[in-house]
């Protein structure tokens, strides 16, 4: 049986009112190889990402390509693309941490948010395809699409694993590290805690045609370099990469987020106009208003995804790029598991409770910490009894 024939797919719209399937396209030609999950539409606002998919899916079925693993395609919010709205009761991409998934399965079914239903379906498709997977390969993996509401070039984000590099640097775009680790609850946090594959990429503004090109193009580049395709059978792939480079218009490679600017539902928030995401900043410079006080950039870099609409819980992220030196050194650290050396700096412990995990006293260690906790890939950090609990996504699945 031909690759053609194997595809299940149904056509989906994002029109007003009309629900998109959940399942947009399956691609599995039996042969060995990662599960790759692609998914559009979280954010009810951002259907670019469906569009991309249904796009990129008709292509690989018309050239009937030989699939290494299994490619599934699945649409987010449904409900929130219905109503070309980011979310209806709660954002979807928050939605994803333990806590919130252990109440949405103990809450009666009718008495579940939108979200919440939307959250245990996917969930609920994500571990029936792993679990069925089981035997085949020991990669999965998630390319998560989205779109924003300001102008500004494409990127990606991830969590900061080795192997998440193999993705997310395998797209000639920027990719911010850290990102996600500021997001409590995201979806590509239920990927990560399993050790899995897992980046984002972010297209361009919602409206924009271009953003589904460059998503379209983005699911291409990702599944050579994930090895679900060869890159002999994608002539088209340099001049895939060559668009979005250019898109990306010379930005740094790699940046970090310094800062994110938290929103609850009570705050009133209005960003100054005319910014774009990767816009530089200088220290002092007046960035939005939030419940009556001015928000000013703490040191010079970049900014990410300003909220220019009604909706979110983010009001905006601050950056500055890395030096690929200090890649290249993460890499060897970790590589040679350098991470337990470091009970033997000043003020840090290990964790009594968490293997993987480290204490860290503020009042002690001071000099440079943070930074090599980054280096070491322990970018999640949090509160605990006055110090600082650093940990890291896993490496492997």
Request: hydrophobic letters at 40%; one cysteine or more.
């Amino acid at each position: 049986m031909g690759l053609e024939e194997q595809v299940q797919t149904r056509t989906s719209t994002t029109q007003a009112g009309v629900f998109p399937p959940r399942e947009l396209g399956v691609l599995d030609d039996g042969r060995p190889g990662p599960l790759f999950f692609i998914t559009g539409g979280i954010h009810g606002n951002e259907p670019a990402g469906v569009h991309a998919i249904e796009r990129a899916f008709a292509e690989l079925s018309e050239r009937g390509l030989s699939i290494a693993g299994r490619v599934v395609f699945l649409s987010g919010n449904r409900a929130a693309l219905a109503q070309k709205v980011r979310y209806l009761d709660r954002d979807l991409n928050r939605s994803w941490g333990a806590a919130s998934i252990a109440r949405a399965w103990s809450t009666p079914a009718e008495a579940r948010t939108h979200e919440e239903r939307e959250m245990l379906a996917l969930l609920a498709r994500f571990e029936a395809e792993i679990d069925g997977f089981s035997g085949r390969g020991d990669k999965v993996a998630c390319l998560d699409l989205h779109t924003s509401s300001s102008e500004g070039p494409p990127f990606s984000c991830m969590g900061d694993t080795l192997r998440n590099r193999e993705i997310a640097f395998a797209l000639p775009v920027p990719a911010i590290l850290g990102l996600e680790e500021t997001l409590e609850g995201a979806m590509l946090d239920m990927f990560y805690e399993r050790g899995a594959i897992a980046v984002a990429v972010e297209g361009g503004l919602h409206e924009d045609p271009r953003a589904v090109e460059r998503l379209c193009d983005a699911i291409w580049i990702a599944l050579v370099a994930a090895g679900v395709l060869r890159s002999r059978e994608v002539p088209e792939l340099d001049e895939r990469k060559r668009r979005l480079r250019e898109a990306a218009g010379g930005l740094p490679s790699v940046l970090e987020v310094r800062h994110r600017e938290e929103l609850v539902s009570e705050d009133e928030f209005e960003m100054r106009p005319g910014y774009r995401s990767f816009d530089r900043l200088k220290a002092g410079e007046e960035l939005a208003v939030k419940n009556g006080q001015t928000l000013r950039a703490k040191e010079d870099g970049f900014i990410f995804l300003p909220l220019y609409q009604g909706k979110g819980s983010d009001g905006f992220f601050l950056g500055r790029a890395v030096r690929p030196f200090w890649l290249r050194v993460s890499a060897l650290l970790r590589r040679l598991r350098c991470g337990v050396l470091l009970p033997l700096f000043p003020g840090v412990g290990q964790h009594p409770e968490h293997d993987d995990a480290f204490l860290v006293d503020p009042r002690v260690a001071r000099y440079f910490v943070i930074e090599i906790f980054h280096l070491l890939g322990y970018r999640r950090r949090r509160p605990e009894s006055g110090k600082l609990v650093f940990t890291r996504r896993p490496e492997s699945f």
